[in-house]
């Protein structure tokens, strides 16, 4: 049962990556306090630009910003550093960008 699994599981990501491709890029998203020296240092260190998204809790109503910010595969470990070094209490987010149009891709 093991092996079915593994091999229907392996089968599947193979049939996902011919029909869609390898990703080209990561989208990350950040929940800092520190969002301005943040998006500040990933322009510098990784001549990468961000952008704040405004975003509000439903159930408390709370209003919070979010950094988004889309790299290279190879440099997720940088922007790792560069968010655990400036606020240690951050989240972030990096998953695949599947399809990107515009300058830079």
Do not use: H
Not at 36 to 58: E, F, H, W, Y
């Amino acid at each position: 049962a093991l092996w079915g699994f593994l091999t229907i599981f392996i089968a599947s990501q193979l049939v996902d990556l011919i029909l869609t491709g390898k990703a080209a890029a990561k989208f990350a998203i950040v929940e800092t306090r520190q969002i301005s020296l943040i998006g500040q240092k990933i322009q510098q260190d990784m001549s990468r630009t961000s952008a704040v998204i405004p975003a509000r809790n439903p159930g408390s109503g709370e209003s919070k910003e979010f950094l988004l910010t889309i790299i290279d595969s190879g440099q997720v470990n940088k922007l790792r550093d560069i968010v655990k070094f400036t606020d240690p209490q951050a989240t972030v987010i990096v998953s695949d960008a599947r399809e990107l149009l515009g300058n830079g891709f």
